[in-house]
């Protein structure tokens, strides 16, 4: 079974004025399954936001379904949604997401704090993860006093230490400069190496030739995929570059 389906993804919103409609998603489907590094690709509004939104449980599907596990999580009570994005999803953001009231130890704590862990669990989870990711040296400071790179690879400890089954990023190498974007990158591949699955929505070429597969939305609709398989970097890159042609040239889904 696979770790994530989405079923028959529609999405339809409704404007404040006027009660015009937009669809931002139709029909879309996929399957992730456990392990893999998938990134999906796509125009300014072609829904995949809103298709990672949904998968988030950030939002609710006008039609379709997604399941976790073979859970629904649509299905989850209102009231126990929260507790569900804590301990089954990580997420990393372009922003980062820290308060810079919090010194770097503490936004990573933030959701062991909220599931009521105790001082020295939280200590126990983060020592290795900070090891590795290479910030132990800055767990005391505040994200004012260390640069953008540090800062995602804090939003990405935060994002690890609850042991996820995936995370979600949403474009996690825009606000970072070519060095620090590699970097990331890395790490990335690193953590994915070791099992954790990553679902990735990003505008980069670069970002994407490091996953596994890239999925390509197209006016609300799965477009296109690529898999990497044993294709080198510069392979994938300029696929990857071939089917956003293709997308913005107006063209007929690749056979």
């Not at 392990?35 to 949904?54: Q, R, V």
């Not at 130890?105 to 939280?122: C, H, R, T, W």
């Amino acid at each position: 079974m696979p770790l994530l389906e989405v079923k028959r993804l529609k999405k339809v919103y409704t404007t404040r004025f006027g009660g015009n409609t937009v669809q931002a998603l139709t029909n879309v489907s996929f399957t992730v399954e456990k392990g893999e590094f998938t990134a999906i690709m796509g125009e300014s509004g072609s829904g995949k936001t809103t298709l990672l939104n949904l998968i988030a449980a950030f939002d609710k599907p006008t039609d379709g379904e997604v399941l976790l596990n073979g859970k629904s999580i649509h299905s989850i009570r209102e009231d126990e949604i929260a507790a569900f994005r804590r301990d089954h999803l990580g997420f990393v953001f372009q922003d980062f997401n820290l308060l810079d009231t919090f010194s770097i130890q503490d936004n990573i704590f933030l959701p062991l704090v909220l599931a009521g862990k105790s001082y020295e669990e939280m200590n126990r989870e983060l020592a290795p993860i900070a090891k590795i990711l290479g910030i132990s040296d800055i767990l005391s400071k505040f994200p004012y006093e260390v640069s953008g790179g540090q800062k995602q690879r804090a939003a990405i400890a935060r994002a690890l230490i609850t042991r996820p089954e995936i995370i979600l990023a949403d474009e996690p190498t825009g606000a970072l400069d070519s060095h620090a974007t590699e970097s990331l990158l890395k790490l990335f591949s690193e953590i994915n190496k070791a099992g954790q699955t990553i679902l990735m929505v990003t505008h980069s070429i670069k970002a994407a030739c490091h996953a596994g597969r890239v999925l390509f939305i197209k006016d609300g609709e799965l477009f296109h995929q690529l898999y990497r398989g044993s294709q080198l970097n510069a392979e994938m890159y300029q696929k990857i570059t071939d089917t956003l042609t293709m997308i913005a040239a107006g063209g007929e889904r690749f056979e």
